[in-house]
């Protein structure tokens, strides 16, 4: 038996009958990473020795009958969460040694959980990018081909669930970040509603629309760790107060006489003739299951883009703004210069090329004179957008469609061409700027045998609707037990 390729379900009912103990687990996983990590390059800090000592305290608490579903479980957190004690980097060199004084307060939950923490993933430089190539340590590769991106921002956590060098890992996702990785390595990624799962410790890149969510193997999977870490929580303005239902009951609804909606404007130009056909095949299957199928129109989505990468890099900007060389992080400090100059050097010498990008069009966008016209006009159409989904909605229980264009394009491949690289996300970060909660669930393989995902989207605090949907549809296929020979 493969202990690093079980799901969370499959491995706490054996540390529950005590057939395996946690610290053998944990010493399982241990060693996948140690034979993964040079060709992937999942990790960027990993926590060995720590999660022994956890390791040994969940077979404590399960000894002890006071163990829960995710105790023992060896899990890995995205780099953005701060964590007490473990370096937090965002993948940049400007937090190269910045070890944060507290816990994200999910990462808080996780651990009164009984999380193992195996180490903290790559990822792009503060969440900016499509393919975790932007990571200022190097870039990870995809497991089920390593000519390929995994994805991202969340690639580095998406290509160690999919390796087998953690059990479930928690990523973030401003525009798609955990889904669009997720399609690509073949794993369930879950971006709950915003306000859902608190922001707090969670390092900003756009303050109204990032949201932390669950990395897995199986969308039970999901649901247990989004059982645990969503909530209220008083430390974050945003944390909406809304009760948090049983979300592993709501696994077994189903999808019969359900309406799930076909947005026509999401079966875009230039998509991979692969992604359109594996995607109808899922259709057929929901449809099989007892869903009905009706096309409806988000008329619009063709303002996405635009709208969205002007609000995400005018957030950025302002978020950005505090890494100045004085109070936390990279100081450069110029022997023969003044404070701007000790600025200039900081940020110059600390932040990666995509990271200076888009802080540069996010000022811009905010600059006197050009308000109105950018940042005034995009939160208008923003609103727009919303209202679309809502109009949706009306007609719908929940809305299926493809995840990204393509299936996973070469390392490389898009590196120099920016708006090519923007256009991956053009099918995930709409459900951001509605503040919805969307899914990824493997949906089949290209004839590269390169992973495809099927992406499902709800109503605002309706994760019990997209997490049904997406375990009928599981149940009724086998893509998500398909594993990467590495």
């Known amino acids: 038996m493969d202990l690093h390729y079980l799901t969370i379900t499959q491995a706490s009912d054996l540390l529950a009958r005590r057939e395996i103990s946690s610290v053998e687990l944990t010493r399982a996983l ?119 991106i995994p994805g991202g921002s969340s ?86 107060p809304n ?57 619009h989505t063709d303002y996405g883009l635009a709208v969205y ?24 400090r110029p022997e023969d210069g003044d404070l701007l100059d000790m600025y200039y050097a900081t940020r110059s010498q600390g932040f990666g090329p995509e990271v200076v990008r888009r802080i540069m069009l996010g000022t811009y966008a905010l600059s006197a004179g050009y308000y109105d016209a950018y940042y005034g006009k995009a939160s208008a159409v923003r609103t727009l957008l919303a209202r679309d989904f809502a109009e949706a909605f009306e007609q719908v229980d929940a809305i299926v469609s493809p995840v990204s264009p393509t299936p996973a394009f070469d390392l490389g491949q898009k590196v120099d061409d920016p708006l090519q690289m923007y256009l991956s996300d053009v099918l995930t970060l709409a459900c951001n700027l509605a503040g919805l909660p969307g899914m990824s669930l493997p949906a089949g393989l290209s004839q590269q045998g390169r992973p495809i995902g099927l992406q499902i989207i709800g109503p605002h605090f309706a994760e019990e609707t997209v997490l049904a949907v997406g375990h009928a549809f599981e149940r009724a296929t086998d893509h998500h037990q398909q594993h990467p020979s590495l």
């Open 30 to 148: 241990l060693q996948r990473i140690e034979a993964t990590e040079e060709r992937v390059h999942a990790y960027l800090t990993i926590t060995a020795e720590q999660a022994l000592a956890q390791a040994e305290a969940a077979d404590q608490r399960i000894a002890a009958g006071e163990a829960g579903p995710l105790t023992g479980i060896p899990a890995g957190i995205k780099d953005v969460l701060c964590t007490r004690g473990v370096r937090t980097t965002c993948g940049s060199k400007i937090l190269e040694r910045f070890v944060p004084p507290y816990d994200a307060t999910l990462v808080a939950r996780l651990r009164d959980a009984g999380m193992v923490m195996l180490g903290k993933h790559n990822m792009d430089e503060f969440a900016m990018g499509s393919s975790t190539e932007n990571s200022a340590y190097g870039a990870t590769h995809n497991p089920w081909d390593l000519a390929a």
């Open 155 to 240: 690639g580095g956590s998406t290509a160690s669930v999919a390796a087998g060098s953690c059990l479930y890992a928690v990523g973030t996702d401003t525009g798609g970040s955990i889904r669009q990785p997720a399609s690509h390595c073949g794993v369930v990624g879950l971006k709950p509603t915003y306000g859902r799962v608190s922001r707090y410790g969670l390092v900003a890149f756009a303050s109204s629309l990032d949201q932390a969510g669950p990395i897995t193997r199986s969308v039970a999977d999901a649901a247990m760790v989004l059982q645990a870490i969503a909530g209220h929580d008083p430390a974050d303005s945003t944390s909406a």
């Open 243 to 299: 009760q948090v239902p049983d979300y592993r009951a709501a696994l077994a609804r189903g999808v019969k006489g359900l309406k799930l909606g076909v947005p026509r404007e999401y079966f875009v130009e230039g998509m991979d003739p692969e992604v359109e056909q594996t995607v109808r095949r899922a259709f057929a299957v929901l449809e099989e299951l007892g869903a009905e199928l009706v096309e409806v129109s988000l008329p």
């Open 309 to 332: 990468y002007i609000i995400a890099p005018a957030e950025a900007s302002s978020n950005l703004a505090r890494y100045d060389g004085v109070k936390y992080g990279l100081s450069v």
